[in-house]
């Protein structure tokens, strides 16, 4: 595979997009200043107007909208809010069935939003499946129909002959088809989407403006940026894996960089050599994992495996290493596609917490609430966690405030210099694991016991 001319930019974001805001000069006033351009912002800016028009709702970006883990996604869209049911079920097992209703109905209420507006978002609800690529996958998956079906699921185990029917690799060994649980977008396509109707419902934006911090003023909240400043009766923090303004949420966010390729598109003998007739999305079943899809216009985004923490949060968006793997396992997995191009190449940050679920709280009295940690499974996720925070900011209590979830921080992870090393001895502990048929050793075993993720 060729990966020498790949752009280092952004698959989703390299085409004309919206023209940008003005950052802020000067000082202004808001009754709901919001913290961040992404997902969790849009929606909550959104909604917000939607529950009170005469609210001033302002958002701000440090960069652009969608810069960061909304617009660096491979487009996946889940109805899962506990990061898969078989996660939700070991956290949560009393809580699990008003958690899958939760989810499912967010997930229906994006789809109504994306049509009712008129959102060319590319939004397909075809489900997804995982594929077995080790023999004990296959009995993991097996697991896993008997526990999808348990809770009212669509859910199909495919043998390997049936799984490469579907899908031509020689890779699979078995794969569980899900179907009715969430599917593919095109991401920004659906942020700009929610940008638009931000800005027609009364939100003032702005972009390329850094938050400085958080200070009590009185009966507002005083955020101050390079060329001014907010005064804000009430803040929703959604940051993403960014340093948040309140610093104390630092300690329950792991940024963690996710790498991705894209394919130029596949000619007809190339797109029919590969089967899959559905289109679905597709990841693969190992603790380090791959995930996979087609788009709109035919191409092939290839990502996932090598999630990457560095020393105190540092990194970039491009690393060869994990781009030369990805094109490696790409190969592996499709050998048919042996001469495609990669025409984009990027990674991007993900704010895993130790829960591998997100967290919620208040701070400053309730005038400052948070939304935080989707840990990849953010774009659907989001439009809970916004509703979330602009529950707790007005106090009001739901079924989404009631959630041990929402009431419960994770356990925060340590600080540097030892957060590097205890992370990166967990990164190859799951590594071992999947190569010694998926037996967790000694030290996930522990973590295990004490509620902390990386059993998902």
């Known amino acids: 595979m060729v990966i020498t001319d790949a752009l280092p930019r952004v698959f989703w974001t390299d085409r004309p997009g919206p023209a940008a805001y003005p950052p802020l000069t000067g000082t202004t006033t808001a009754d709901l200043l919001i913290v961040g351009g992404g997902f969790t912002g849009l929606w909550a800016a959104v909604l917000a107007k939607q529950e009170n028009p005469a609210c001033d709702v302002v958002l701000v970006e440090a960069e652009r909208i969608a810069f960061g883990a909304t617009g660096r996604n491979g487009g996946f869209i889940a109805d899962s809010i506990t990061h898969g049911l078989t996660h939700g079920a070991h956290r949560w097992p009393g809580e699990i069935d008003l958690l899958l209703a939760i989810g499912r109905e967010n997930l229906a209420a994006i ?8 959102i060319d978002a590319d939004l397909r609800l075809i489900g997804k499946t995982t594929v077995a ?42 794969g569980l088809r899900l179907r009715g649980t969430g599917g593919l977008v095109d991401p920004v396509k659906l942020a700009w989407g929610l940008r638009r109707v931000a800005e027609d419902l009364g939100v003032r934006i702005y972009e390329h ?6 200070e009590r003023s009185g009966s507002s909240v005083r955020v101050p940026t390079p060329q001014g400043a907010f005064d804000a009766r009430q803040v929703l923090i959604a940051t993403n894996a960014f340093p948040s303004p309140l610093r104390r949420l630092r300690n329950y966010v792991l940024p963690v960089w996710d790498y991705v390729l894209v394919t130029e598109p596949l000619d007809a003998d190339r797109r029919a050599s590969l089967g899959w007739a559905e289109a679905q999305g597709i990841t693969d079943a190992g603790n380090q994992f791959h995930y996979y899809r087609l788009t709109a216009d035919g191409r092939l985004l290839f990502g996932g495996y090598d999630a990457v923490y560095n020393f105190a949060g540092g990194g970039t968006d491009q690393r060869p290493a994990s781009h030369a793997l990805l094109a490696r396992h790409l190969l592996e997995t499709f050998p048919q596609l042996e001469g495609v191009r990669a025409t984009h190449r990027w990674g991007g940050l993900i704010d895993s917490t130790s829960r591998f679920t997100p967290f919620f709280g208040t701070a ?28 707790l900011l007005a106090r009001r209590e739901t079924r989404r405030t009631g959630l041990k979830m ?4 994770p356990v925060p992870f340590p600080p540097e210099p ?20 998926g037996r967790r050793g000694p030290w996930l075993r522990v973590l295990d016991r ?7």
């Open 450 to 456: 004490f509620g902390i993720g990386f059993d998902s």
């Open 406 to 409: 929402v009431r419960r921080r």
């Open 364 to 391: 400053m009295g309730g005038r400052v609430a948070y939304a935080l940690g989707y840990t990849g499974l953010g774009v659907g996720a989001s439009r809970f966690g916004a509703l979330a925070g602009l529950d």
């Open 209 to 214: 403006t850094p938050v400085t911090g958080l």
């Open 418 to 437: 030892i957060r590097w090393p205890v992370v990166e001895f967990t990164r190859r502990a799951l590594a071992r694991a999947d190569a010694n048929e």
């Open 111 to 118: 789809a109504d939003f994306v049509a009712d507006h008129d």
């Open 133 to 174: 690529v080790a023999p004990h996958h296959v009995t993991e998956l097996r697991a896993a129909e008997k526990r999808h079906r348990d809770h009212g699921e669509d859910a199909t185990f495919l043998d390997a002959g049936d799984m490469r029917a579907d899908v031509h690799s020689p890779t699979y060994l078995g």
